[in-house]
């Protein structure tokens, strides 16, 4: 069964300063992993997404995750953090696998950006 | 990009009444829709599964009486909270999956939800 465990539901960093959200998965099949991004009262957007190939990848507004096999785990990243970067952020895995199965979601990370 | 529509973005009614929210798939047709519920600070819960033309799909614990899903056609997908109550209050979202590929889900802005 797919599950996605987010290590540290708030994370808090100075702009400027590294990004670094954390997502560990279990998935009984090869997993499609995603990133979204939540505004307050908003939907959810994709940041970026691993099907299959590069393990490094790029999104919007600067973040990139990688995947990693061996560590079971996808975590986000962004060199330097912006006021604007301040959101949720969810880390998901395709239920079935592939690109159109539905979404399982980790329980998300805040992260604020101080000035 | 694809984009999904979701009405109304805020309501605020009494205790015992229905409550209908669209969502609409405006640049793609969309046999799977999803709508979600999400507490504060927490994931997103999902609740059912739509799909055109056929009765949704319920997770487990999701009163389908009380949560009346039609997928009435390609592009819409509409979820009633029936006999509202305080605790129905919540942010619910819906998604629409688009088969051309690209990403899973496209998600609306979301409803919030606010019974008196």
């Known amino acids: 069964a797919q599950s996605v465990t987010q290590l540290g539901s708030h994370v808090s960093v100075s702009e400027g300063a590294l990004v670094l959200l954390r997502c560990n998965y279990s998935?009984?099949?090869?997993?499609?992993l995603f990133w979204y991004v939540q505004y307050p009262n908003q939907g959810l957007q994709l940041l970026l997404k691993y099907t299959t190939g590069a393990t490094l990848v790029k999104g919007i507004n600067g973040f990139e995750a990688e995947f990693k096999k061996s560590e079971t785990s996808f975590h986000l990243t962004k060199p330097s953090a912006h006021m604007s970067d301040a959101a949720e952020y969810f880390c998901?895995?395709?239920?079935?696998?592939?690109?159109?199965?539905?979404?399982?979601f980790g329980k998300g990370t805040k992260l604020s950006v101080k000035p | 990009g694809a984009v999904v529509s979701q009405h109304p973005s805020w309501v605020i009614c009494k205790s015992g009444t229905s409550v209908k929210i669209e969502c609409r798939s405006l640049d793609f047709q969309a046999t799977t829709m999803f709508w979600y519920r999400q507490f504060p600070k927490q994931s997103l819960m999902l609740m059912a599964t739509?799909?055109?033309?056929?009765?949704?799909?319920?997770e487990q614990g999701v009163e389908k009486d009380k949560f009346l899903i039609n997928h009435a056609s390609l592009t819409l997908s509409t979820l009633t909270v029936t006999s509202a109550h305080p605790e129905d209050s919540s942010f619910y979202i819906c998604?629409?999956?688009?088969?051309?590929?690209?990403?899973?889900?496209?998600f609306g802005d979301g409803t919030r939800l606010s019974i008196l």
């Open positions: 998935s009984s099949v090869p997993p499609y």
């Open positions: 739509s799909n055109e033309g056929s009765k949704a799909t319920y």
């Open positions: 998901a895995v395709s239920l079935y696998g592939g690109s159109q199965g539905n979404l399982i």
């Open positions: 998604s629409a999956r688009d088969l051309r590929g690209g990403q899973p889900q496209h």
